[in-house]
T-cell receptor, first 118, second 111 residues
Framework: GAVVSQHPSWVICKSGTSVKIECRSL??????MFWYRQFPKQSLMLMAT?????????EQGVEKDKFLINHASLTLSTLTVTSAHPEDSSFYIC??????????????FGPGTRLTVL | DAKTTQPPSMDCAEGRAANLPCNHS???????VYWYRQIHSQGPQYIIH???NNETNEMASLIITEDRKSSTLILPHATLRDTAVYYC????????????FGTGTLLAVQP
């Protein structure tokens, strides 16, 4: 199946700094990618939909100025956590769908990025 | 998208079939049932999906009741590597293709 990668797999940063997480579709072009956040022992929460060449669509309650999303190419979306604080520590996961497949095809998820803010 | 209800946890003996139920009593006629699983500290993995007919692939079988208000995911011969949280998701194939995850079922396969 299609492969989605994320980089880095884990990152530790100081409070107040910004962290960029990359999501790449390795063997297909994705016009749409999705970003999720998952706290310990909780389910995945959809944060935003990343659209190639246009602005991201954020879910209710997600601060767009806090979580900057850029989808500059058909294989890369980035999530930047700006001025990170300890409460932003979480597991961030992206997913993508191959637009050439049926609309009912599965989404492919990245392995996730563990962010720890000290 | 319709809401789903799953038991929070289940146990299964290794080598036996694991049957994971999901209730989706408010499902609409154009909504599909999807199953994903998430092994600890990894991204979710697609398992199977269906509309109204039973489906089978190399990973699992999906049995959807005739009224479509519930479904069961069957792992025919569970292994220790099948220990994961299993999510049942119901959604329309709209332009957004968003997946909204519920709480899922933690399946623990016991040796």
């Amino acid at each position: 199946g299609a492969v989605v990668s994320q980089h880095p797999s884990w990152v530790i940063c100081k409070s107040g700094t910004s962290v960029k997480i990359e999501c790449r579709s390795l063997d297909f072009q994705a016009t749409t990618m999705f970003w999720y956040r998952q706290f310990p022992k909780q389910s995945l929460m959809l944060m935003a939909t990343s659209n190639e060449g246009s602005k991201a669509t954020y879910e209710q309650g997600v601060e767009k100025d806090k979580f900057l999303i850029n989808h500059a190419s058909l294989t890369l979306s980035t999530l930047t956590v700006t001025s990170a604080h300890p409460e932003d520590s979480s597991f961030y996961i992206c997913s993508a769908r191959d637009p050439k497949a049926s609309p009912r095809s599965e989404q492919f998820f990245g392995p996730g990025t563990r962010l720890t803010v000290l | 998208d319709a809401k789903t209800t799953q038991p929070p946890s289940m146990d299964c003996a290794e080598g036996r079939a694991a049957n994971l139920p999901c209730n989706h009593s408010t499902i609409s006629g154009n909504e599909y049932v999807y199953w994903y699983r998430q092994i600890h500290s990894q991204g979710p993995q697609y398992i199977i999906h269906g509309l109204k007919n039973n489906e089978t692939n190399e990973m699992a079988s999906l049995i959807i009741t005739e009224d479509r208000k519930s479904s069961t995911l069957i792992l025919p011969h569970a292994t220790l590597r099948d220990t994961a949280v299993y999510y049942c998701i119901v959604r329309v194939d709209g332009a957004t293709n968003k997946l909204i995850f519920g709480t899922g079922t933690l399946l623990a396969v016991q040796p």
